[in-house]
């Protein structure tokens, strides 16, 4: 490549957003997945295992914490989603029989389910339409100004951050998934989870008017 094409390539890069990505299907026997670790009071075995493609947690009886987390570069992030589809079989108490969190030290996001309403922590408890112990489907999304959540595309909630069961948010970045009760014991099945989110990378400030006249020279030098 020539310098005045290099130079028009650099130009065109700058400004380009990093993407992290996980999606886990669970397709292997292997436990936890690549990439995660266990938190729970009983045996990994005895809470988590693979059947038929899909996860299964049994703490039904044990009065046990038992969930997967994922500590990842995932901190200041400006755009990010979560997704997964939960079928719920049978739980003891609330509140919650199963939750997902995305944690930085910029928010702390808890969704603790429950058949019939989501656990928000400090900005409440949020009902939606239970369909019975069939497949659910749990989407969050967000930015830096606040965020969303929908059930089965239903919006259920749409505002701001706020501290909850966790406060103290990680400086590193997790995303956390299971039964992190301690008490409120469950039988659940996942299909998936996914979670994706996104960081600008700040245009160099001489990549303003300086960027286009590279651009404009690596074009029209191209044109001789």
């Not at 951050?161 to 970045?173: D, E, F, I, K, V």
Request: charged share 15%; proline share 7%; hydrophobic share 35%.
């Amino acid at each position: 490549m020539s310098p005045k094409y290099a130079v028009f390539a650099l130009a065109l890069s700058a400004g380009a957003t990093q993407v992290y990505s996980i999606d886990e299907h669970f397709t292997g026997p292997s436990l936890p997945p690549p990439g995660w670790y266990y938190v729970g009071s009983i045996p990994q075995s005895a809470a988590f295992y693979t059947c038929c493609s899909v996860l299964q947690l049994y703490t039904m009886g044990t009065n046990a914490g038992a969930y997967y987390q994922r500590d990842d570069d995932l901190d200041q992030r400006d755009r990010w989603s979560l997704q997964t589809m939960i079928q719920i079989l049978d739980v003891e108490t609330s509140p919650w029989a199963t939750f997902f969190s995305v944690r930085n030290s910029q928010f702390s996001v808890d969704v603790g389910i429950y058949p019939g309403y989501v656990d928000l922590g400090a900005v409440g408890s949020h009902a939606f339409p239970w369909r019975g112990p069939i497949w659910h489907t749990y989407f969050a999304t967000g930015d830096r100004a606040g965020w969303r959540l929908y059930v089965n595309g239903d919006l259920i909630y749409n505002g701001g951050y706020a501290a909850s069961y966790n406060p103290t948010p990680q400086p590193h970045g997790s995303v956390l998934f299971g039964d992190g009760t301690g008490g409120a014991d469950a039988y659940w099945q996942m299909d998936y989870f996914r979670y994706n989110s996104e960081l600008d990378t700040p245009e160099p400030a001489w990549m303003g008017a300086t960027g286009l006249l590279l651009i404009a020279a690596g074009y029209f030098g191209r044109k001789r």
